[in-house]
């Protein structure tokens, strides 16, 4: 592999460049219920962002990103690493939050930026600057997870160029804490985790307590994920998914002092991080659907005020989110979601595994497509009553219960955040391809702008690797 013309100019000659790449992800299955602990099926695209790097050892760091245009903003961003450091010297997220925003007002590179700051803190390295090139095939603001592309390249390029060793599931963590400390948006851990370990052609499946890998699942031939861009810019870092997310863990608050937990409890497992002691270890999704209706669901309100739920109950274990003290919270439908879409999605794996077994009838399989649609569905309903859905959306996946199985289309559902970005369709043969294309095609017809499929496939970072270049 060559570098162009263009990159080799911008590192300078006789450096070593360290280069990798990440897809990005259609969320299939188990979207906003990862923070809750919910298993999660993800589809890594092949779409990715590809991230060059070399060292530097005066104290800058330097990233240069085409795809700022898009977001017009800076293309080429520096700033010294210093001024990322409290006035002890130390790295402190806030501050270095804080610093990014004021000073360089270019939010793409604070994804970028705040590797290095993560693995000084978490990892302890010597790190002394280093300049970044950006290229990136993943749309942002599509829900395909651009920011966790862009953490996750950067991360496993810079573990090899700090010849850092890291653990499968602990760079995406780190990922993670990039998004959620640095730049600070409160997203779960799938994105990251799909990013990096996800396997070419196949539906990686999560449980996110936080981070049991299952292996890959295998995608029966002749069936289809295709995610269809709805023309309507999403953000994990928006106010509905944050609410969304405070308002579910409001619901695990009061289950747990009803089941006897203190708000001292709560309040130490926020600042510990483990809230494994607590009912159902910290998680609602250990909780089974039916035992929610009976025991649980009559003790959330449909909603709560922050001031009067802070008043009343204290606080939540979750130190991502902060609760708004003016703001409503839909309590019930928040909690509710995650609790029935871990169950979804259990059932959602058992139908796609059992189709992969000789000798499974026509009938059985045509009985199974339109369980695993109707799953979708049921999804994509959970996610409005959240307060996380759009008329453009559902207007899509309105057109996928349109075409039906005459069509070859069986179900469809919003990904990752909600609030816009991509609906992903399930589809069977070519047929069912024609159809998910068409409904694109007029759905951007309809609102003017220029439709986006996401429908191939690609391995995630770690087995794609690192390539070591000279200029």
């Not at 700033?79 to 450091?85: E, G, Q, T, V, Y």
């Not at 619901?251 to 483990?274: N, P």
């Not at 998680?283 to 669901?297: D, K, V």
């Not at 999605?345 to 109707?374: I, K």
Request: with cysteine.
């Amino acid at each position: 592999m060559k570098m162009t013309k263009t990159v080799t100019r911008f590192f300078g000659p006789n450096r070593t460049v360290f280069n990798a790449s990440a897809p990005g992800r259609l969320d299939v299955m188990g979207g906003i219920a990862d923070y809750s602990g919910s298993l999660v099926l993800q589809y890594p695209i092949q779409e990715q962002t590809t991230v060059y790097l070399a060292l530097r050892q005066d104290g800058w760091l330097r990233a240069h990103s085409a795809s700022a245009r898009r977001l017009e903003a800076q293309e080429e961003v520096q700033i010294s690493l210093p001024s990322l450091k409290n006035k002890q010297g130390q790295i402190d997220y806030s501050f270095a939050r804080k610093a990014l925003a004021e000073i360089l007002r270019n939010e793409w590179s604070a994804y970028v930026f705040g590797c290095p700051l993560v693995l000084i803190q978490e990892k302890g390295i010597e790190f002394n600057g280093a300049d970044f090139w950006i290229e990136s095939q993943v749309p942002i603001g599509k829900g395909v997870s651009s920011s966790a592309a862009l953490e996750t390249s950067t991360l496993t390029a810079l573990a090899q160029a700090l010849r850092l060793s890291l653990g499968p599931t602990e760079l995406p963590i780190l990922a993670q804490k990039v998004e959620n400390r640095i730049v600070g948006a409160p997203c779960g851990l799938m994105d990251q985790l799909a990013s990096y370990l996800g396997e070419k052609g196949k539906l990686l499946p999560i449980l996110c307590r936080p981070d049991q890998i299952d292996p890959a699942l295998d995608i029966p031939q002749n069936l289809y994920f295709i995610g269809v861009d709805s023309g309507v810019r999403h953000a994990v870092s928006g106010a509905s998914y944050g609410d969304v997310r405070t308002a579910a863990f409001m619901g695990y608050t009061l289950i747990a002092l009803h089941e006897g937990a203190r708000k001292k409890d709560l309040r130490q497992a926020k600042e510990s991080g483990d809230a494994s002691a607590l009912p159902y270890g910290g998680y609602l999704t250990h909780i089974p659907p039916s035992l929610f209706e009976i025991r649980y669901r009559p003790l959330l309100p449909p909603t709560i005020r922050g001031d009067e739920f802070q008043k009343r109950y204290g606080t939540t274990i979750d130190a991502v989110t902060r609760i708004q003290p003016e703001r409503e919270y839909a309590v019930n439908a928040c909690a509710t979601h995650p609790i029935y879409e871990h169950h979804r999605v259990q059932f959602f794996a058992l139908l796609l595994q059992t189709l992969n077994a000789p000798g499974l009838t026509a009938s059985s399989r045509q009985t199974y497509y339109e369980m695993m649609g109707e799953l979708m569905f049921q999804s994509h309903v959970s996610y409005s009553q959240c307060g996380l859905g759009n008329s453009v959306t559902d207007e899509l996946v309105e057109a996928a219960r349109a075409a039906g199985a005459k069509h070859g289309v069986y179900g469809a559902k919003i990904t990752g955040g909600g609030c816009g970005g991509t609906v992903c369709f399930f589809c069977v043969g070519q047929k069912g391809v024609a159809a998910v294309k068409e409904i694109a095609r007029r759905i951007a017809i309809k609102y003017g702008f220029d439709p986006v499929l996401f429908q191939g496939s690609s391995h995630g970072a770690r087995r794609l690797g690192v390539k070591i270049l000279k200029t």
